[in-house]
């Protein structure tokens, strides 16, 4: 089982950029799907979750607006499209997958991990 996350790069404030998550050695269809950021020194937040169905999303109050987050089903793909950013969206960006479960804040929930792509915003 494998989550392999791309899309990071360097870009200036107000850019945008579009995070993939591609799902492999497992159908991951009924799972719930979350981004997840980590900035140098600091915790692991909550940025974005969808469920299984994509019918239901969730986001971090900082992204609310800005981000969106959806999936293609027959790709097994996540995505994060991540408009107006600024310095503050800098971090690593990793996608997890919750087996079976619903949409959770909580990166404990999450049963398998991607290992990350960095996302830097010069101001």
């Known amino acids: 089982v494998q989550l392999q996350a791309s899309g990071g790069g360097l870009v200036q404030a107000g850019g945008s950029l579009r995070l993939s998550c591609a799902a492999s050695?497992?159908?991951?269809?009924?799972?719930?799907m979350g981004w997840f950021r980590q900035a140098p020194g600091k915790e692991r937040d909550f940025v974005a979750a969808?469920?299984?169905?994509?019918?239901?999303?969730a986001y971090a109050d900082s992204v609310k607006g800005r981000f969106t987050i959806s999936r293609d089903g027959a790709e097994n793909t996540v995505y994060l499209q991540m408009n107006s950013l600024g310095p503050d969206d800098t971090a690593v960006y990793h996608c997890?997958?919750?087996?079976?479960?619903?949409?959770?804040?909580?990166?404990?929930?999450?049963?398998?991990w991607g290992q990350g792509t960095q996302v830097t915003v010069s101001s």
């Open positions: 997890a997958a919750r087996e079976y479960g619903s949409i959770s804040y909580v990166d404990r929930n999450y049963v398998y």
């Open positions: 050695g497992r159908t991951f269809s009924r799972d719930a």
């Open positions: 969808i469920s299984g169905s994509g019918a239901t999303t």
